[in-house]
């Protein structure tokens, strides 16, 4: 049976196509992207997984409390019977209702080595401080800002000649990579968790 993936994001979509890409060509195998949300109605990635032929839908969050859009989002990923959420650039935090309707079965990329430099503009925080290295990271979302279990990550050395530009591109390409191993794992189940730690086995879990 194919596990249904479903695609949360707020913008262009690079992540998320690059999702749809490694889906298209087998490198994510048994699986489907069955929606993509947005919560706004002008995102570049609604087209671009449209394009691919993947139900996109904009359900716009003005005006709603948390937990009551989030209401709304858990509602439509329910409704395709979604195994696997996936953050792709989703600029916002979950609510607790969220986390617990897809328990350990919510991941989000992050343009840092987490726990350095979380939340907005992390490869320029991460060239502010004087880091020599910055990369990315696949973790497991809680109700916190970028700080569940690290699934897994990428390092990306820190030129001189780096603008946050220049170093947000190298990290991308990075991005695309993993989240797609980290995908394809976490939906074989080949992995446990010990506390925070997140251990990669070669089989997959009973459950
Ligand atoms: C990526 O750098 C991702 O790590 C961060 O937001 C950016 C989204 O880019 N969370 P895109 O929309 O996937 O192109």
Redesign the pocket.
Known sequence: MKKHIGVL?S??????DALAASVAAGRIPNAEISIVVSNRETAQ?IEKARARGIEARAIPSKGLEREAYDKLVVAALQEKNVDLVCL??YMRLLSPYFVAAFPQRILN???SLLPAFPGLEPQRQALEHGAKFSG?TVHFVDENLDAGPIMMQAVVPIEDSDTPDTL?ERI?RE?HRIYTEAVRIVLEGRYRLEGRRVLVTKQAREN
């Open positions: 994001l913008g262009r979509g690079s992540n998320s990635g792709a650039g990329i992050h343009p990315c947000a991308l991005e």
